[in-house]
């Protein structure tokens, strides 16, 4: 079975770690669609995929290599964050029979087992323990954790030390995506996050399954708005992107760029003409109820 995984760890300034993984990564007949580091969340996503086996092994050896350079107690960053690898997502690219629940499960008793660390499943992986959402199960980052009795699926019961615990499973497709604006405005991005969380919560269907965040990129002397579309056939990126920039015209706010973060389906393309888009972002799921 052929899977997709897209791991969100805590560096985003190690040049060394980031080339390891290129390298890592490499002739083991996975496709990279996305590998990329950023200093201001001091945030690496990746995203790849290849035969579901292959795609565990190189995930254990990224794990391998991170965990050895990562310390939370030493980051900073503006990106929310409760562990080393934060949260590793899976998601089914065909229909070949295959027990990815089951899959998931050893794995994370792997990790867990080798590294101390506390794993929570989450979306479709969880089990009835504890919220399955991201965002829930990351509030309070990682200063959050630490000093509490924990509740994770696998591992301690309390938060590793460095590392502090990681949330692991499969879900559905989502659209990452980032709109810049050339402007030190904090308070406008911010207002306009909270304005789009405040109006998916009483049902304005412009913002269904949206989540959004106000960031500042200091770095680029820049302010982020930044997105998570997680139902992307009800809510398109275009449609969110205009939105934002009619929004800052009226502010008087100048944009900058847009983002993509990761990959988008194919089928989201003529929606997402907003979204500048790599060849090897664009990813096909082979198979209607996943794609969805």
């Known amino acids: 079975m052929r899977l997709l995984t897209v791991p969100n760890w805590s560096f985003g300034r190690d040049k060394d770690l980031l080339r390891l993984f290129d390298d890592l990564l490499q002739g083991w007949g996975l496709t990279i669609h996305f590998l990329q580091s950023d200093v201001d969340h001091n945030r690496t996503v990746s995203a790849f995929s290849g035969e579901a086996e292959v795609v565990f092994e190189r995930l254990e050896r990224l794990c391998e290599a991170a965990f050895e350079r990562i310390d939370l107690n030493r980051h900073m960053g503006v990106h929310p964050r409760i562990g080393a690898l934060d949260v590793c997502p899976f998601l089914r690219l065909d229909d070949e029979v295959y027990p990815l629940k089951l899959k998931i499960e050893a794995f994370a008793q792997r990790l867990s087992d080798r590294f101390d660390l506390p794993i929570y499943l989450y979306e479709k992986s969880e089990q009835g323990k504890h919220a399955n959402d991201l965002p829930t199960l990351r509030k309070g980052g990682f200063g959050g954790l630490l000093g509490q009795e924990l509740s994770p699926d696998f591992g301690p019961n309390h938060a590793h030390k460095f590392l502090g615990a990681t949330v692991m499973g499969e879900r559905n497709f989502l659209i990452a995506m980032n709109v810049n604006f050339r402007s030190d405005n904090l308070d406008f991005v911010r207002r ?78 003529p929606r997402a003409t907003r979204l500048p888009v790599k060849r090897e972002q664009v990813v096909t799921f082979f198979h209607a109820k996943d794609a969805k």
Do not use: C, Y
């Open 192 to 269: 306009l996050a909270r304005q789009m969380r405040v109006s998916r919560d009483e049902g304005d269907a412009r913002f269904t399954g949206i989540r959004a965040l106000g960031l500042p990129l200091v770095s680029r002397h820049m302010v982020q708005l930044s997105m998570n579309l997680t139902q992307p056939d009800l809510t398109p990126p275009d449609a969110v992107v205009e939105w934002a920039l009619a929004a800052a015209r009226k502010a008087g706010v100048q944009h900058a760029e847009n983002e993509l973060i990761g990959v988008i389906r194919e089928s989201d393309l």
